[in-house]
T-cell receptor, first 113, second 112 residues
Framework: DQQVKQNSPSLSVQEGRISILNCDYTNSMFDYFLWYKKYPAEGPTFLISISSIKDKNEDGRFTVFLNKSAKHLSLHIVPSQPGDSAVYFCAASADTGRRALTFGSGTRLQVQP | NAGVTQTPKFQVLKTGQSMTLQCAQDMNHEYMSWYRQDPGMGLRLIHYSVGAGITDQGEVPNGYNVSRSTTEDFPLRLLSAAPSQTSVYFC???????????FGSGTRLTVV
């Protein structure tokens, strides 16, 4: 049973518009959430994270929102650029030591020029 | 600064063969872990370590062995390869889980 779910396998947006990637989780013990970006033939690259004590975290064009009551988080990319085209993974940790991560299945984002 | 280095990048094994996937990091990270990525399933945790001499099982540990004799190295051993172990394997490291994990570029393993 997947504890972290990314229900949209793919998303296509126009350059300059907003990309919104969604993630749902079932384990109420998760208290730390991360987004990773992955290009083909490369390892995932850390993008942004958020602790459960916050509901928003920003880093440049990337913002992560956390809705604990809905067990939902989202990644907003504004404005979207063609170089953002990649697979995005949501991950979570239920461990105060953050020793291991549980990943979603990923969403492939394509930004059209 | 090399980060996380995985070798080999590609490997083909016959069923029943054994091999070791190598992982090394030069960032003095305490935490290291192994994941496998399969289509439509994201990354699943195989084994992880929080320091030299300490390892623990993840979500899918069967058929794999690990040890951590130094901070830098965390090899993953396949004891008797099976076609179900065909996957892309990623090693990752982190400074105590803070600032996320740094991943290697992966090993693509095919078992025939």
């Amino acid at each position: 049973d997947q504890q972290v779910k990314q229900n949209s396998p793919s998303l296509s947006v126009q350059e300059g518009r907003i990309s919104i990637l969604n993630c749902d989780y079932t384990n109420s013990m998760f208290d730390y959430f991360l987004w990773y970006k992955k290009y083909p033939a490369e390892g995932p690259t850390f993008l942004i994270s958020i602790s459960s004590i916050k509901d928003k975290n920003e880093d440049g064009r990337f913002t992560v929102f956390l809705n604990k009551s809905a067990k939902h988080l989202s990644l907003h990319i504004v404005p979207s650029q063609p170089g953002d085209s990649a697979v995005y993974f949501c991950a979570a940790s239920a461990d105060t030591g953050r020793r291991a991560l549980t990943f979603g299945s990923g969403t492939r984002l394509q930004v059209q020029p | 600064n090399a980060g996380v280095t995985q070798t080999p990048k590609f490997q083909v094994l016959k069923t029943g063969q054994s091999m070791t996937l190598q992982c090394a990091q030069d960032m003095n990270h305490e935490y290291m872990s192994w994941y496998r990525q399969d289509p439509g399933m994201g990354l699943r945790l195989i084994h992880y370590s929080v320091g030299a001499g300490i390892t623990d099982q993840g979500e899918v540990p069967n058929g794999y062995n690990v040890s951590r004799s130094t901070t830098e190295d965390f090899p993953l051993r396949l004891l008797s390869a099976a076609p179900s172990q065909t996957s892309v394997y990623f090693c990752a490291s982190s400074y105590r889980g803070i600032y996320g994990y740094t991943f290697g570029s992966g090993t693509r393993l095919t078992v025939v």
